[in-house]
């Protein structure tokens, strides 16, 4: 990322101190899940102030709307996704996406609470979005988020350390979805295992070692948050369409 024109965008977000939170394919790679990704992915507070400050950052990197809608704090809150373009010459050609809501992801002010700070060797602290909280907002109808969220987990795993916080077992053993790993995890900590099956059911099947079973359960999962994906963005993409018949 840093041999991109990205660190020179979120720059200038920190320089406007423009209250947002790094998500998408870019915080993937920084929680070392590599995505390739030319686009920069960005929560932020929906309040009049952050949109002036926004406003500026936009200003400053000749950056045009793409698509509809209109940014506005309305539009944002509704949990539509503001796209642009920037036009300066050293970022030229990247997209921003900014959102200020998503579906079954906690408000802004508690993922502002949660939140991560990288440093990054050319613009300093970047803040971005809890790991768990990523996970949450992976879960949508696309293909390609559901081998991320595999892949978040598998890296958050593998860089622990040998001796974890029980809280950290709880997010593995709620959100890890590669069944050897799912398995290790609970013969490790089977008792943590015993008492989340109540949460999540297929750590019964995970329990007893049922590699078949876990899979079709997995599969489960995946079916019902893809289907509830699907119902949030409905009456979104209808009202998309509308402002696009209104633009023509």
């Known amino acids: 990322m840093i041999q991109s024109p990205i660190p020179r965008a979120l720059s200038t977000f920190l320089k406007y101190k423009v209250n947002a939170l790094l998500i998408g394919g870019q915080a993937c790679i920084l929680y070392g899940a590599a995505e390739f990704s030319r686009d920069i992915d960005l929560a932020i507070m929906v309040s009049s102030s952050n949109l002036e400050n926004l406003g500026l950052v936009l200003d400053e990197l000749d950056a045009k709307r793409i698509f509809v809608p209109d940014l506005s704090l309305d539009v944002l809150t509704r949990g539509h996704a503001c796209h642009f373009r920037c036009h ?10 900014i959102m200020g809501k998503m579906r079954d992801v906690a408000p802004f002010p508690e993922l ?45 795993i593998y860089k622990t350390s040998a001796n974890p916080l029980q809280e950290k077992i709880y997010f593995w053993l709620s959100e890890c ?3 050897e790993l799912l398995i290790s995890l609970a013969t490790k900590y089977p008792d ?17 070692s049922n ?6 359960l997995l599969r489960d999962e995946e079916d019902k948050e893809r289907k509830l994906d699907r119902q949030y963005w409905a009456p979104l993409k209808a009202e998309l369409e509308k402002w696009r018949q209104q633009k023509v």
């Not at 010459?89 to 921003?96: F, M």
């Not at 909280?133 to 991320?148: A, F, G, H, I, Y």
């Not at 943590?192 to 007893?208: E, G, K, Q």
């Open 88 to 97: 300066r010459e050293d970022v030229k050609g990247l997209r921003l996406d």
């Open 112 to 156: 502002w609470q949660r939140r991560q700070e990288i440093e990054l060797s050319e613009i300093g602290k970047i803040p971005i979005i809890g790991l768990a909280d990523l996970v949450r907002s992976k879960k949508t109808q696309r293909d390609k988020d559901w081998p991320m969220i595999r892949r978040l987990i598998e890296a958050d």
């Open 177 to 179: 979805r590669t069944t």
């Open 192 to 208: 943590i295992a015993s008492n989340m099956v109540m949460i999540r059911p297929l750590l019964r099947a995970v329990l007893s």
């Open 211 to 216: 590699q078949e079973e876990v899979q079709r």
